[in-house]
């Protein structure tokens, strides 16, 4: 079996993914829960937004408003493929348009009222690593009315600047080479080489061999490929390639917005992956005779991707409003029919930000 080289320090990709599913969905860390409830709540897309022109940016900023290429306008728009039949558009930001302009301050002031909910305005800011955090789930069905996905909506406040934030650690990626691959960064690792690895998330970036077997280019000034498995509530893994793209990033402004979209590429979609493959797959976690967990058999697997809206909170620019919106597909034969991510996911959600909080405090 060959060894896959695994980055020791994650790429780009895996702060999207951390902050939105592969946290949120299966890494094993101990679920540590305070005295404040998850605040099952979200707000809903606002109907005035205010927009930039996109005539008026110029073709050398360093974000991607005016590429063809733009994952937020397509998932925003044309939405994110679930399924053959099913597609789910996701919300544009609510704090800021799509163009990266902050919405009008009393438009985020209402907004804000409405994601903080009973609990208030004051508790849900309020400067504690348990702070509530709004988050909301919904099903998505096909047209018979079956369960084929889930929408997941984050809001959660950090009490650093964006400016602080973009100097973190969770960003720094994102300011070095893009696919850089020196030997200190990565170890050897067997994918499969025990049960106890059937539950880590792995990540690695891709080869040029790689790259050239699937005839993908990457865009390096605006986005990182990254090679993923992710185990899901110990019952499947996911594995394949993600897509991270700087939607809105300027470096002129410390204080703009940050939006960081991400997708599973369909570019490395098969009918029929291969095990030993990098096509996007999912896989059973069973256990042998002998209760030995092994991975079945791999089945094809899409629609998994969001984004991450980060803008100043109003009032404070010393503190950040996160917005993390996402889809993930449900294929029928994961859960025998239960509906497990919906029971779960918000109490693993407020396990991850509070991490997160954790990790930003002390920096």
């Known amino acids: 079996m060959s060894s896959a080289r695994l980055t020791q320090r994650p790429p780009a990709i895996v702060f999207h993914a951390t902050l939105a599913i592969a946290v949120a969905l299966g890494m094993s860390q101990s679920i540590i829960l305070a005295s404040d409830e998850?605040?099952?709540?979200?707000?809903?897309?606002?109907?005035d937004e205010t927009s930039a022109s996109v005539s008026d940016v110029q073709q050398d900023e360093v974000?991607?408003?005016?590429a063809s290429d733009n994952l937020l306008r397509e998932m925003t728009t044309t939405g994110i493929s679930l399924t053959p039949d099913v597609s789910h558009?996701?919300?544009?930001?609510?704090?800021?348009?799509?163009?990266?302009e902050l919405v009008d301050r009393s438009v985020a002031t209402k907004s804000l009222t409405r994601i903080a909910g009973p609990q208030?305005?004051?508790?849900f800011v309020r400067d504690s690593v348990v702070a509530p955090l709004a988050v909301k789930t919904d099903a998505i069905e096909d047209a018979e009315g079956r369960r084929v996905g889930h929408f997941i909506d984050v809001?959660?406040?950090?009490?650093?600047?964006?400016?602080?934030?973009?100097?973190?650690?969770?960003?720094?990626?994102?300011?070095?080479?893009?696919?850089d691959e020196t030997d200190d960064q990565t170890i050897d690792r067997e994918p499969d080489a025990s049960a106890d690895d059937i539950e880590k998330p792995l990540t690695r970036t891709l080869t040029t061999?790689?790259?050239?077997?699937?005839?993908?280019?990457?865009?390096?000034?605006?986005?990182?490929?990254?090679?993923?498995?992710?185990?899901?509530?110990?019952?499947?893994?996911?594995?394949g390639v993600a897509r991270a793209r700087r939607s809105i990033w300027s470096t002129d402004d410390e204080s703009a917005p940050i939006i960081?979209?991400?997708?599973?590429?369909?570019?490395?979609?098969?009918?029929?992956?291969?095990?030993?493959?990098?096509?996007?797959q999912w896989r059973p976690i069973e256990r042998t005779e002998v209760g030995q967990r092994v991975l079945?058999?791999?089945?094809?697997?899409?629609?998994m991707g969001g984004y991450v809206a980060i803008t100043t909170l109003p009032g404070d620019p010393a503190a950040s409003l996160v917005q993390i919106r996402f889809v993930i597909h449900e294929p029928p034969n994961w859960f025998a029919g239960r509906n497990l991510l919906r029971s779960k996911l918000p109490l693993l959600i407020q396990d991850r930000v509070r991490n997160i909080r954790r990790e930003l405090d002390s920096e």
Do not use: C
């Not at 998850?38 to 109907?47: D, R």
């Not at 960081?260 to 996007?280: E, Y």
């Open 260 to 280: 960081l979209t991400w997708l599973l590429d369909a570019r490395f979609g098969s009918a029929s992956p291969q095990a030993d493959s990098i096509a996007n």
């Open 38 to 47: 998850v605040q099952q709540s979200a707000p809903e897309p606002l109907a």
């Open 296 to 303: 079945g058999t791999p089945e094809p697997y899409a629609g």
């Open 209 to 239: 061999a790689e790259l050239s077997q699937y005839g993908v280019t990457r865009d390096e000034k605006f986005e990182s490929l990254g090679y993923l498995r992710l185990p899901i509530m110990s019952k499947v893994v996911l594995s």
């Open 63 to 66: 974000d991607e408003r005016l």
């Open 89 to 100: 558009t996701l919300p544009a930001p609510t704090f800021v348009s799509i163009n990266g």
């Open 120 to 123: 208030g305005v004051t508790r």
């Open 155 to 179: 809001a959660f406040v950090v009490h650093q600047s964006i400016s602080e934030i973009r100097h973190s650690r969770v960003l720094d990626d994102f300011q070095s080479e893009v696919g």
